[in-house]
């Protein structure tokens, strides 16, 4: 397809819409086989409303198309999850391998809390899970390391170095730190919306539901004690956690009937879902807010649409790049994008054009001349006699500059 667009004379930015259209129709395919797990293992009901409060959420759908390798990992995790309730475990077991050795090596703490529960209940021997591994092993290691070295120009295995920063130079630190609960605190509540309220409610209602939060909270609380925290970082949960509440859901729904009460609570079941979509529909339009690398690259290619032949220097600061710049995003051929990470003054002072944060632009105004400015989100204000009572407040994030000797 990306071939295809590239002979039509296509922008690398369809490329990025075409990737992303593939890798969220994947994990949308792994999640549908994983939902049919659900549905032999739990009802059709339990299968019905987890599809319910996965729409009605932000997060899960939001990410489901990111090229991240923690999306990417969400395919393997969701057909080895399928296994698992479908009790097949020596696929289950090499499934699993792939997403922690080629993908996300803290999932051995998620599946291998899974695998635990098996090892106890009798339902896996040692000996398959040693030869299995032992397979997977054989496997996965191979092509993933065969795979990337030939991508990345050198010899390695990339989780195996990411394990290495993370854990033992503990260097993940460097991007931020979070207290110990954040993840249950902010995360959870965010991700889930209003369904989080029917997590404590599953093992009560329906104590099938054990089994699904055994393994999400040993592994949020695990990867808790690593200082550096992101929502990314339990995705994977997310799912499940929204099958335990999709049975107490589903138990409620089934006894709608039977009192007063129960019809009440039906009725609280669906508001909460519109709670969920009305929720979502904020987040949706704040996140559109958290990209100002992405609206600050577009500004620059249609500031400058009459110098795409002209080979232009362009340095994009570090906030640029984590906020949307990337490979796709840089659509003229003939500039140079830049993002060198702590030039000097004077080394930035050589570029024609300067994506720059903070305070930086202050030591250009000599040099050059202001383009543009991005705004990004800062806040969320309540005033409760404007109408809507909630006002989202931005800050400016990023400048616009062009070297004046440029001009002529």
């Known amino acids: 397809l990306t071939s295809m667009v590239s002979l039509l004379g296509g922008s690398k930015f369809i490329h990025q819409l075409i990737v992303r259209a593939v890798l969220a129709c994947m994990v949308l395919g792994a999640f549908r086989v994983y939902r049919s797990a659900v549905r032999k293992r739990f009802g059709v009901e339990v299968s019905t409303w987890l599809t319910l409060l996965t729409l009605s959420q932000f997060h899960f759908m939001f990410y489901s198309s990111r090229t991240l390798p923690n999306t990417m990992a969400l395919v393997p995790v969701l057909l080895s999850l399928s296994f698992w309730l479908n009790s097949n475990p020596t696929m289950f077991i090499f499934t699993a391998a792939s997403s922690i050795l080629i993908f996300r090596g803290e999932l051995a703490m998620f599946l291998g809390a899974v695998l635990l529960m098996e090892l106890l209940v009798g339902k896996v021997t040692i000996l398959r899970v040693v030869v299995v ?39 993940s630190s460097d991007w931020g730190v979070q207290p110990f609960l954040w993840y249950f605190y902010s995360v959870l509540p965010r991700a889930l919306g209003s369904s989080i309220l029917l997590i404590p409610l599953a093992p009560i209602l329906d104590r099938r539901t ?114 949307g710049v990337s490979r796709f995003t840089q659509e003229v051929p003939g500039w140079l994008y830049d993002k060198t990470e702590q030039l000097t003054i004077q080394e930035l002072g050589k570029f024609s054009h300067l994506v720059l944060a903070g305070d930086k632009p202050k030591s250009f105004l000599e040099t050059h001349k202001f383009m543009g400015q991005v705004d990004s989100f800062s806040g969320v204000k309540f005033n409760y006699t404007h109408f809507p009572p909630v006002i989202v407040e931005t800050k400016p994030a990023l400048y616009l500059l062009k070297k004046i000797k440029d001009e002529s």
């Open 133 to 171: 591994g032992l397979v997977s092993l054989c496997v996965w290691v191979p092509l993933t390391v065969a795979v990337d070295s030939f991508f990345w120009g050198r010899l390695l295995w990339p989780e195996a170095e990411v394990m290495y920063f993370n854990l033992v130079l503990n260097k």
């Open 210 to 323: 054990i089994i699904l939060l055994f393994p999400c909270i040993t592994f949020i609380s695990l990867y808790s004690l690593l200082p550096h925290k992101e929502l990314r970082f339990i995705l994977y949960t997310f799912p499940v956690l929204n099958t335990a509440a999709a049975a107490s859901a589903a138990r409620f729904w089934i006894n709608r009937s039977k009192s007063l009460f129960s019809r009440l609570f039906s009725l609280a079941l669906l508001g909460h879902l519109v709670i969920n979509l009305l929720a979502s529909s904020s987040l949706l339009y704040i996140s559109s807010l958290n990209y100002p690398g992405g609206q600050a690259i577009r500004l620059l290619h249609q500031l400058e649409a009459e110098n795409t032949n002209t080979p232009l220097t362009v340095h994009l600061d570090n906030l640029a790049c984590q906020t």
